[in-house]
């Protein structure tokens, strides 16, 4: 696959985009940081935009580069014309803002044109290794037979590279990346455009720029006043409520909650017990808007609203949220899953917002230090090189990846998407004092009613599932007795053959082959039975993991 890329300057961008033929480009890169453009907006954009999606053929990858104080936006624009895919973070050169977390995310969207074949490849950075213990940075918890010796898979957070200024341009390493991305088969030849080219690390001036400082979108000018802060009834508070969200939020007065969080349902089919999580996009965000805009009004004019959910969906309710509050942090909780797709999905959306662009609740230097990411987390490590004295520390930013998702089943409360405490924690150090109010209203089983309480902070917690609501009750009352229980689970009858084994047989049945094996080879020449394979994974591909490492190296 050859690659015929073009670079117009800032000077003739858009008139190139207007004279290429419809559908004639297969990979756009827009690097808007560098447009000279009097403010970066979707306003001043959309000539650019426009210009792309027209001129991009069926399958082709449109890249938009800049920052998230703007890119929301841009993004819900073009997910109107085109299939978002992915919002990949890019971690950047550290740059203190005004007010929130000190920053290092650059952003890149990634969409293609028509929903056919998605033409990216797997792109690989190395292994990274613990400084202490010399083991790969990433616990791969029991499953270090499936490390590809090139290296990991990159995910939509990038954090390898090194650090450079991608707010107003595309570092080399960044854009060599993209383009290693790029995917249309051998034969192919590629055409597309990066632009401007003075948005290329080195094509720019050596003079320096002036720092990048976001603005605060949404509410320009004066801030409205400030309602005084309501007090609240006691029974109101420290309170599991059963029910409707958005009927129970209307009991709430105005301007009542330090801390307002939600974990929505993701709309992906999710088993959870009640919630319709496959809802039509429109009716989904409808739903999310009317419970967002009761979490604004019950917010204080210092307190502080979080809500996670997938970048996708973020980029939906941070565009609802600029024209109500004021933006903070696009927070990228860097929480890796299991390799799926060409890019390993591992970018949860954490936007932080409050009432007030700079008079919050802002306790930053009770988490602004962190263990440095030259050091694996498995426990043993830690407890070892902390006895030895090994403790660099590093600056807390808005790219969170010191905190693990709950990847166990054992340690899980029966919830899909079950947040770790330690997650809930620094939300609730950071953004609340003692005594003050957490509110959730989708609690699921109840880990931010548990933090808020074990902190010495009150809490509301709202569940539309009796099951969860009567378990975070549970939870609650062993807190009240300073112990903490753990829900009893049915444990399963041990087999006599692991994943791993199984795994391990198929790489060794495909070296003798030199191929991957078939369900048939397996029958012919496995010492275990078909059955087994298929009760244990519910692919054949998902069997072959450890196989095709061999196979395809």
Not at 109 to 134: D, I, M, S
Not at 332 to 358: C, I, N, Q
Request: with cysteine; charged share 25%; glycine share 6%.
């Amino acid at each position: 696959m050859s690659q015929q890329i073009a670079y117009p300057g800032r000077a003739i961008l858009s008139q190139w985009l207007h004279e290429l033929p419809a559908e004639s480009q297969d990979v756009i890169v827009l690097i808007t940081g560098a447009l000279d453009l009097p403010r970066l907006a979707l306003e001043t954009l959309r000539d650019y935009l426009d210009a792309s999606i027209r001129v991009l053929r069926e399958g082709g990858l449109l890249f938009i580069q800049g920052r998230p104080d703007y890119l929301p936006e841009v993004g819900v624009y073009l997910d109107q014309h085109l299939t978002f895919k992915y919002w990949i973070a890019i971690e950047s050169e550290l740059h203190a803002k005004v007010s929130g977390l000190p920053s290092v995310h650059a952003a890149v969207l990634l969409f293609t044109k028509g929903n056919r074949r998605f033409n990216v490849r797997r792109v690989r950075f190395p292994h990274r290794y613990c400084a202490f213990c010399g083991r790969s940075l990433r616990d791969w918890g029991g499953k270090s037979h499936l490390m590809h010796p090139e290296g990991y898979v990159i995910s939509d957070v990038w954090k390898d590279l090194p650090p450079a200024d991608n707010y107003a341009q595309l570092s080399r390493p960044v854009l060599d990346t993209i383009l290693r991305m790029v995917d249309f088969g051998a034969s192919h030849q590629v055409h597309g455009l990066v632009g401007p080219r003075e948005g290329i690390e080195e094509e720019r001036t050596r003079m320096r720029e002036t720092a990048i400082q976001y603005v605060l979108p949404g509410l320009q000018g004066n801030p409205p006043p400030s309602s005084p802060a309501h007090d609240i009834d006691p029974h109101l508070v420290n309170v599991v409520h059963c029910g409707d969200a958005l009927e129970i939020l209307r009991q709430y007065p105005d301007n009542s909650i330090d801390l307002v969080f939600a974990d929505p349902p993701y709309n992906l089919d999710k088993c959870y017990n009640v919630y319709e999580d496959e809802q039509e996009d429109a009716s989904y965000l409808a739903w999310c808007n009317a419970w967002l805009e009761e979490y604004v009004r019950v917010l204080k004019p210092t307190g502080s609203l979080y809500v996670l959910n997938l970048p996708r969906w973020g980029m939906y309710h941070a565009t609802f949220l600029n024209q109500r509050l004021y933006f903070q942090n696009w927070i990228v909780w860097d929480a890796v899953s299991e390799p799926r797709g060409k890019l390993m999905p591992a970018h949860y959306a954490l936007l932080f917002y409050t009432k007030h662009p700079y008079t919050f609740t802002f306790n930053y230097a009770d988490v602004r230090e962190i263990d440095a990411r030259c050091y694996c987390r498995r426990a043993g490590c830690i407890h070892q090189r902390k006895a030895a004295r090994h403790d660099e520390k590093e600056p807390l930013t808005d790219i969170w990846w010191d905190i693990y998702r709950i990847k166990h089943k054992r340690d899980r409360d029966y919830h899909p998407c079950q947040l770790p405490q330690g997650l809930m924690e620094r939300i609730i150090r950071l953004s609340t004092n003692p005594g003050d109010i957490v509110l959730d209203a989708m609690a699921g089983t109840g880990t931010t009613a548990v933090a808020a309480a074990q902190l010495g902070r009150r809490y509301v917690a709202i569940d539309i599932d009796e099951a969860y609501v009567n378990l975070t009750r549970q939870k609650l009352a062993a807190v009240g007795q300073g112990e903490y229980v753990r829900v009893s689970r049915t444990r399963k009858q041990p087999r006599p053959y692991t994943k791993k084994e199984l795994q391990l047989e198929l790489r060794a049945i495909a070296q003798r082959l030199g191929r991957l094996p078939t369900p048939e080879d397996v029958e012919r020449m496995s010492r275990y039975k078909l059955e087994v394979f298929y009760e244990l994974f519910p692919t054949w591909g998902k069997a072959l993991k450890a196989a095709k490492i061999d196979i395809r190296s």
